[in-house]
């Protein structure tokens, strides 16, 4: 075979590729989905809503540094500037045992914490709902390290950067 032919051939090949590879990409978009008109955010401080004292500012600060990284959405501190306002209630904190010492088949050596949320995104200047999430979760595991309250706050971070992720995720990829 001919160095040109061997050339078609690979041409063809990678077109082949692209032929199969392009209508999975049918309706994917790239960046934001919200409505175009939609580009500030004024974010409220977390409503706690669970037993879990103080997780809100925790889980605030993760939320809004997603945001920022995310890139979609400016945040704004003034809410008559912002062209859409984010409510966020943290509804549970749940902290599930997933490993055990081995001679000690009652002691938890490892823990599961999850956060559950909810979070709605409104037009300032109408109050129309653009985004609705009635149950968002992140979550992380930890080794029990010393006490179960410090070994909590340790793991707090993970699993509210996890729920930040995930409620950035549902503002800007779950447009419908």
Known sequence: MTRTAERRNVAALGLAALALVLPGCVGYKLGSMLPADIKTVYVEPFINQTDEPLIEVEVTRAAVGEIQRDGSLRIVRDPAAADAVLKVALTSYTLSPIAYQADRATATEEYKLELAASARLT???????VVDTPRITGETTFILAGDLTTSKEAGLPAAA????RRIVASLVEAWP
């Open 123 to 129: 037009r300032r200047a109408s109050g129309a709902v």
């Open 161 to 164: 950067q996890d729920l930040g």
